[in-house]
C-alpha cells in the first residue's frame, strides 16, 4: 500500500497481479483534494504515508494467520483423524479450460443452446467434458469442479447441425488472437477402420489397418502453417479416390484463400496415379515411401549408416539420422507420354524407432511360435502380419528365419517421399511429424474404453465423434503453440502427461474442505506450461472459499 497524489486528489493505492501475472494499481480509498488537506495539515501526506504502511502490515499479518489457520487444521486432520477420507481431483485439465476460454466457446455452445427450444441441459459442460476424455483418457481422477454431463445424445444432434459453423467461428477466433495467415494449408488424408455394420458414413474400402474387406472412414484433416487445426471432412471408404480428393483440395484452397496447399498421407496415398493428380491440380505432397520398393542400389546406400546426418528436430526434442536422396516418379498418361515429376525421398533412422521395431517383432514371433502348434489359425497371423513369414510345407509349418533376419535389418527406418524439392530436411520431417500428431490423436477411436468406434452405429454418432476429437486436437495444439513461442520443446505425451498429473488432495467434507496440491515430478515443466497460458496458479494450501473463488474465474462451479 501507498499514497499517490492524481489530478489534484490524494488516494491510497494497492499494487497487485492480475490474471495475467502483469502489475496493476488500484484506489482502495480517497482523502480528497491535496491542496484542501495541504491548508488543513502541511504534514499530512507523511502522516498518511505511515497510516499506509500500518494497513499493509495489518494485511500481512492477517495473510500471515490465515496460512497458520490452514497450516493448524491441516495439522488437527492428520493428527485427530477428523475427516472421512479424503479424494483426489485433477485440477490440470483447467490448462485446456484457460484454451477453451481464450476461444471463447463458452460464449459459442451457449449461443447455439439458446436456439435450440425445450433443451434444458448444459450444452457446454457436456461438449467440453466430451472432449477431456479424448486428451486426458486414461486418467481415472474426477476433475475439480462440478460439472452436469447428460443427454449426450441431444448434443450430438445439436453439435452435428452447427459443424460447418463451429469450424468457421474456430477459424475466426485463431486468426484473430494469433494472427496467423492461411497462405499454406496442410491437408492430412487418414483413414479409421470399423469391424461392425456399414451404413452411409463408412462403407467397405482399404484401411490402414489392412482390413482390405473392413468398413472404414476416410478424413481429411486440415492445419495452418502453425499447425492449429482449422478444420476437416469426412468421407466414405468406398468413394473415396484421388478425384474426390482433388474436390475437396480445391474447396479448401478457395476457403481459406491460400497461395498453397500440401497433401500429407501414408502408403495409402502412395500411388503414382494418386501423385500424378496432386500435382497436376497444382498441390504438393508429403507422404510415405515404402524403403524396401526402392532399388538395391540405393538400399545398399540407405543400410550405410555412415551417409548419415544427424537432424535436430526443433520443438520436439528428438534427433534422427538422415539421408537425402534425389528421386522421381514416372507417370504414363493417356497419350502414353510419360511425366516425370521430380522429388527428394529422406531416410531416417533413430535409436528409439529400431527399438519399437524390434519389440513389435518380438510380439509377432511369439504369436507365430504358437501357430506352428496351432495350424488352423495361419490364416489370421497372415491377415495380421506385417514382418513375419511363415514357411509353409506339405508336412510342417515354420518360421521363416531368413526373412525375418532380412527384416532386422531395416529396424529404426522410415521412408518419406515429396514434391518439395526445396525445403531442407528438418521442414520435411517436421511436416509429416505434424501428421503422425493427428493420426495418433483421432486414433482414439479405438483406444477409449466407452467411446470405441464399435460403439458408434449411426451417422450422426460418427460425425460427432469426429467432431469432439477435432476440439480435444485444438486444445492441445494450443498449448503446443504457446510454448514453442516461448522456445519450450516438450513432446505431446510429456505435456499430457504433466496434465494429467496435476492433482488436488481435498480433505474434510464440502464447506469446511481443506485443498492440497501434490507435487508433481517435473515442477520445471509445470512453470513452463503455467507461464505460457498465463495460468492462474494454485497455492499449496486453500481453504474452500478460496478454491470457489478460483473456480469462479473459470466459469466452474464447486
Not at 502490515?57 to 472421512?84: C, M, Q
Not at 474404453?449 to 465423434?465: M, V
Not at 505431446?492 to 481435498?506: E, F, G, S
Request: aromatic content about 12%; some cysteine; glycine content about 4%.
Amino acid at each position: 500500500m501507498y499514497i499517490s497524489k492524481r489530478n489534484g486528489y490524494v488516494y491510497l493505492t494497492e499494487s497487485y497481479r492480475d490474471e495475467f501475472g502483469d502489475v496493476k494499481n488500484r484506489i482502495i480509498k480517497s482523502y480528497g483534494r491535496y491542496d484542501t488537506l495541504y491548508a488543513e495539515d502541511p504534514d499530512f501526506f507523511e502522516k498518511l504515508q505511515i497510516e499506509a504502511k500500518k494497513y499493509t502490515e495489518n494485511i500481512r499479518n492477517d495473510e500471515k494467520e490465515k496460512t497458520n489457520l490452514t497450516a493448524e487444521r491441516v495439522t488437527k486432520f492428520i493428527s485427530n483423524n477428523s475427516y472421512k477420507g479424503y479424494h483426489i481431483c485433477n485440477f490440470g485439465y483447467l490448462f485446456y479450460k484457460s484454451a477453451w476460454d481464450e476461444l471463447d466457446l463458452d460464449a459459442y455452445f451457449q449461443n447455439i443452446h439458446q436456439k435450440v427450444k425445450g433443451e434444458n441441459f448444459n450444452l457446454r459442460d457436456t461438449i467440453f467434458l466430451t472432449a477431456l476424455v479424448r486428451l486426458l483418457a486414461d486418467n481415472k481422477t474426477p476433475y475439480l469442479g462440478r460439472f452436469n454431463l447428460n443427454n449426450i445424445n441431444k448434443s450430438i444432434q445439436i453439435i452435428n447441425s452447427y459443424k460447418i459453423d463451429l469450424i468457421k467461428y474456430i477459424n475466426d477466433q485463431i486468426s484473430n488472437l494469433y494472427d496467423i495467415s492461411n497462405d499454406i494449408i496442410y491437408y492430412y488424408v487418414t483413414n479409421y477402420h470399423f469391424t461392425n455394420i456399414h451404413n452411409k458414413v463408412r462403407n467397405i474400402g482399404y484401411s490402414t489397418d489392412n482390413m482390405v474387406t473392413g468398413f472404414q472412414v476416410v478424413m481429411g484433416f486440415y492445419t495452418d502453417k502453425e499447425g492449429l487445426p482449422i478444420g476437416f471432412e469426412l468421407f466414405t471408404g468406398d468413394t473415396f479416390d484421388h478425384k474426390t480428393l482433388i474436390t475437396a483440395l480445391k474447396k479448401t484452397q478457395k476457403q481459406f484463400n491460400a497461395n498453397k496447399v500440401v497433401v500429407i498421407g501414408d502408403y495409402n496415398l502412395n500411388f503414382k496415379k494418386n501423385l500424378y493428380m496432386i500435382k497436376k491440380a497444382g498441390f504438393e505432397y508429403v507422404v510415405s515411401k515404402r524403403i524396401k520398393d526402392t532399388k538395391q542400389n540405393v538400399k545398399n546406400k540407405i543400410l550405410s549408416i555412415d551417409n548419415f546426418n544427424d537432424t535436430v528436430i526443433k520443438n520436439s526434442n528428438t534427433i534422427l539420422k538422415s539421408l537425402i536422396i534425389d528421386h522421381s516418379t514416372e507417370v504414363k498418361v493417356r497419350n502414353k507420354d510419360k511425366v516425370v515429376i521430380p522429388e527428394k525421398v529422406i531416410i531416417t533412422w533413430s535409436k528409439e524407432s529400431a527399438i519399437f521395431d524390434q519389440q513389435q517383432r518380438a510380439t509377432l514371433i511369439n504369436k507365430a511360435m504358437n501357430l506352428t502348434v496351432l495350424p488352423s489359425k495361419l490364416q489370421s497371423l497372415i491377415s495380421k502380419g506385417k514382418n513375419v513369414k511363415l514357411k509353409t510345407g506339405i508336412q510342417e509349418i515354420s518360421l521363416d528365419s531368413e526373412r525375418i533376419k532380412e527384416d532386422e535389418k531395416w529396424d529404426g527406418y522410415y521412408g518419406i517421399q515429396t514434391s518439395l524439392t526445396d525445403l531442407n530436411v528438418e521442414e520435411v520431417i517436421r511436416i509429416y511429424y505434424r501428421f503422425q500428431k493427428v493420426m495418433d490423436t483421432f486414433k482414439v477411436i479405438k483406444k477409449e474404453i466407452g467411446f470405441n468406434s464399435d460403439y458408434y452405429w449411426s451417422d450422426s454418432q460418427i460425425k460427432f465423434h469426429f467432431v469432439i476429437n477435432f476440439i480435444a486436437y485444438l486444445l492441445q495444439e494450443i498449448i503446443e503453440y504457446k510454448l514453442e513461442k516461448r522456445n519450450v520443446n516438450y513432446n505431446t505425451h510429456r505435456i499430457k502427461d504433466i496434465i494429467k498429473k496435476a492433482c488436488i488432495l481435498i480433505l474434510g467434507n464440502r464447506n469446511e474442505s481443506i485443498f492440497l496440491k501434490q507435487e508433481v515430478n517435473d515442477n520445471k515443466l509445470m512453470d513452463e506450461v503455467i507461464q505460457a497460458l498465463n495460468f492462474k496458479n494454485l497455492k499449496t494450501t486453500t481453504l474452500f472459499q478460496d478454491m470457489k473463488e478460483y473456480l469462479r474465474y473459470y466459469n466452474i462451479k464447486l
